[in-house]
């Protein structure tokens, strides 16, 4: 295993793959960049044909060339960064070969980097210029594989091929109540409904259903402006997803957000998928509701699973809990997931907002036009105003569980956040609640709240969540949200948890190997594998709040 990793040749950190003991010595590669030697970074040049930086950079034989020799000056916690220059106050520490933020103080060589000598150097809102870069990327059907004479079979996965002519990956009933009021009356009429599909076994009645599933929440009502709008629409979008085979939408019937309010929202519908209850009008309505449940699993048990092209695939992508090792192992191997999906002809969904703040510029110059920049900077802007009109912080993040894994800023977070998005080009920029229309990779305004973010993923039409973790977490999403482990400590530790584990990229695994292997894991669960929150039958959704309660 490696014991440290310089992320790219012109950081002045590299970061801890164990615990550093003070004293040990290091052999750290030394940039070719010769403007950095007044910062006593050395100017020793690294031979040619090598280089300093990624994955495959092992912890060097002191005699090989480009090397400097760092002495541990104290203890360097594992996903720490430990400073291999001489930075003054005031100086820039780099890494992932950009500004994480600004030293508090003069460090020296071996020094521990982290929250007290290390603070953001991210403003309020900024103005940005279009800068668009010349990007090493081929689009599906492209020319690599062309030019090359070579051909990869086009990657299929079974899914459910819905009339209105979306694809599911599950094939799930599902209860949406309009307002937090019928909560657990959603909640007994699943348990009861899901009681009777199990007596049904392998029943004609019940074929490819999979679950009754409820969705409470404390909203759709009491609520004004824009709040009431996101209820609606991320309502109205989970009763247009393609993951449920049939819907119940359950009211109470005084609500704001009452049936007939929340139609027009949900546009032209199936009467065979989606059947409608108000609880005031009814004597008993779980009863009621159990009548409906049974002519909706008629309904979609018609549907069978088949081969479906990896271009009809939606998926979102979420880190949480991250650590300091989330840029460099899970997120990454996000990115390279994203890539051969979207070269592939699919589409991917990128969110959390405020954890682009301070490496936002690298999205927008990877913009495919400049409407979309333009685009990706209100995202950008209208967020932090979002945080100014609350008097917040902007960049009040990590949370305490990120700074312990190693992460010091929110600049480290967002540059380590920002590697799901892989090398593409953005296609396209999506509002809170609005659903997916461009292939490609998609820019998704949400909160980094867990449970927020992934609902909306889910309500812009992901059927799949991929969810990059340092920490751990349980939680889930109205998708299949797929856990994956920076390190392999956690995944061996909650193994109820964790899905995938990509800590195995600083043991002996290869980028290309593992991203191959996520593919074809990610193409299993979208043919029916249950992931570890399914198995656990955790189902959760969240609804972003920002104003009044009435």
């Known amino acids: 295993m490696q014991d440290f990793i310089k992320i790219n040749d012109n950081d ?13 010595k290091l052999y750290v590669p030394v940039t070719k960049r010769e403007d950095l030697s007044e910062n006593g970074c050395g100017t020793i040049g690294i031979p040619a044909g090598e280089s300093g930086s990624g994955m495959d950079e092992r912890n060097a034989n002191p005699q090989r060339g480009g090397m400097r020799e760092v002495v541990a000056l104290e203890e360097i916690p594992a996903g720490h960064k430990m400073a291999i220059c001489h930075v003054p106050q005031g100086g820039e520490i780099i890494k992932y070969g950009y500004r994480i933020g600004d030293a508090k103080e003069e460090i020296k060589p071996g020094a521990w980097i982290h929250t007290h000598n290390l603070k953001t150097a991210l403003g309020d809102l900024l103005e940005y210029t279009y800068e668009p870069v010349s990007l090493e990327f081929e689009p599906a059907g492209g020319g ?23 694809v599911g990956v599950r094939n799930e009933i599902w209860i949406i109540p309009t307002v937090g009021c019928v909560n657990n ?25 999979e679950e009754v599933i409820a969705f409470p929440h404390p909203y759709g009502c009491s609520q004004m402006g824009e709040d009431q709008e996101h ?21 109470l019937g005084c609500e704001n957000s009452n049936i007939e309010v929340l139609k027009p929202y949900i546009g032209e519908y199936d009467e065979n998928r989606v059947k409608f209850l108000v609880s005031q009008d009814c004597e008993d309505e779980v009863a009621e509701a159990l009548e409906l449940i049974e002519e909706l699993i008629r309904y979609a048990s ?7 092209s990896v271009d009809r695939l939606v998926i979102g992508m979420k880190c949480g809990g991250s650590d300091g090792l989330s840029g460099i192992t899970a997120n990454p191997l996000v990115g390279r997931f ?19 703040f301070g490496a936002e510029t690298i999205l927008m110059n990877r913009c495919a ?59 396209g920029v999506l509002q809170y609640g609005e659903r997916v229309h461009v292939s490609g990779l998609n820019l998704l305004s949400a909160p980094g709240n867990d449970l927020v973010a992934a609902t909306a993923l889910a309500a812009a039409g992901a059927q799949i969540v991929l969810f990059t973790t340092g920490r751990g977490t349980p939680f889930a999403s109205p998708v299949p949200t797929v856990k994956i482990s920076t390190n392999s400590a956690l995944a061996g530790k909650k193994a109820n948890w964790i899905d995938y584990n990509a800590g195995v990229l600083v043991e002996d695994k290869g980028m290309e ?27 959760d959704m969240a609804i972003f709040k920002q104003g009044v309660t009435l």
């Open 338 to 356: 994203s890539d051969r999906l979207i070269q592939e002809g699919g589409t991917t969904i990128l969110t959390e907002v405020p954890e682009m």
């Open 144 to 166: 690599a594989e062309k030019a090359s004479g070579s051909h990869r079979e086009a990657a299929t996965f079974m899914g459910f091929r819905r009339s209105d002519g979306q």
């Open 513 to 539: 190997e593992e991203a191959e292997r996520l593919f074809a894991y990610v193409l299993e669960v979208a043919s029916g594998r249950k992931v570890c929150s399914e198995e656990a039958g955790y189902h």
């Open 12 to 24: 002045n950190v590299v970061v801890a793959l164990r615990t550093i003991q003070a004293g040990e």
């Open 369 to 427: 036009n400049e409407a979309l920049f333009h685009q990706t900077v209100a995202l950008i802007n209208d967020f932090k105003t979002y945080f100014k009109n609350h008097n917040q912080t902007i960049y009040e993040n990590p949370s305490p569980g990120n700074k312990k894994g190693g992460i010091s800023t929110l600049e480290d977070k967002s540059l380590g956040c920002t590697q799901k998005s892989g090398s593409a080009p953005v296609t």
């Open 231 to 251: 209820t609606r629409q991320i309502l109205a979008d989970l009763v247009n997803h393609p993951n449920a085979g049939g819907v119940l939408v359950l009211g």
């Open 302 to 308: 018609t549907f069978k699973r088949e081969p479906v």
């Open 185 to 209: 009356v959603a909640e007994a009429i699943a348990k009861q409904a899901n009681g009777r599909l199990a007596s049904q076994a392998d029943g004609a009645d019940k074929g490819s259903v």
